[in-house]
């Protein structure tokens, strides 16, 4: 009977759910920590990103991030107008890549 009165014993103890808790914690964290990694706006990572939403619509956005510094860009109604002049052309190749040709 000693025998049983001891397993009992163990089942019961508090330290076996705080540890249980604190490995969903863990794992919960490794988690997230890739969900952040993964992410093209990693606050963590020294590329040069663009990232478009809703392109060709109406409120088309484009954020860019170069090293820590984000800038964010809006679609407006407006055209957009230069002062520009044609300086050449550009031919796309049957391989994808471009040339281009000033004139």
């Known amino acids: 009977m ?19 808790v604190i490995d969903v914690f863990l ?5 997230l920590l890739i969900i952040v990694a993964s992410n ?3 606050p963590f990572s020294e590329e040069r990103v663009v990232v478009v939403t809703n392109p060709g619509e109406d409120n088309m956005t484009m954020t860019i ?17 230069g002062q520009g002049v044609r300086a050449g052309v550009t031919y796309r190749l049957p391989d994808g890549s471009f040339v281009y040709v000033p004139e």
């Open 65 to 81: 991030k170069e090293g820590s510094e984000l800038t964010r860009y809006e679609s407006s109604d407006e055209i957009g107008e």
């Open 27 to 31: 794992v919960l964290i490794a988690i």
């Open 2 to 20: 000693s025998h049983r009165f001891l397993d009992l014993e163990e089942d019961d103890d508090p330290m076996l759910s705080v540890v249980n």
């Open 40 to 42: 093209p706006l990693n």
